[in-house]
């Protein structure tokens, strides 16, 4: 069983940054390929981007602003977020998935309760 817990959400002007963290509970924290996604209200849940052992990937929209890492020692996923758009405005979830890189949320089996994160104009 993996607990997540996401925090560093925020109200930030466009243009601004962020940093998401996610701190899971477990021994074998290494093992597991975590992943971030959003939902804006009235949306589809969307993949963010991911991490594993075997590297990163990201979601097409957020590529080149946002920067995903781990710190194994800590039991922690970042997500930094710059260049932010009003368009980024969502609820951040965390996730992890033993193995490897998914980008399917349906491939996740732990999940955090979210952060919220707002960008205005």
């Known amino acids: 069983q993996v607990q997540l817990v996401e925090s560093g959400g925020g109200l930030v002007q466009a243009g601004g940054s962020l940093r998401l963290s996610c701190a899971a509970s477990?021994?074998?924290?290494?093992?597991?390929?975590m992943g971030w996604f959003r939902q804006a209200p009235g949306k589809e849940r969307e993949f963010v981007a991911a991490i594993s052992w075997s590297g990163t990937i990201y979601a097409s929209s957020v590529k080149g602003r946002f920067t995903i890492s781990r710190d194994n020692a800590k039991n922690t996923v970042y997500l930094q977020l710059n260049s932010l758009k009003p368009e980024d405005t969502a609820v951040y979830y965390c996730a992890a998935r033993p193995g490897s890189l998914r980008s399917k949320g349906t491939e996740y089996d732990y999940w955090g309760q979210g952060t919220q994160v707002t960008v205005s104009n």
């Open positions: 477990g021994r074998t924290f290494s093992r597991y390929a």
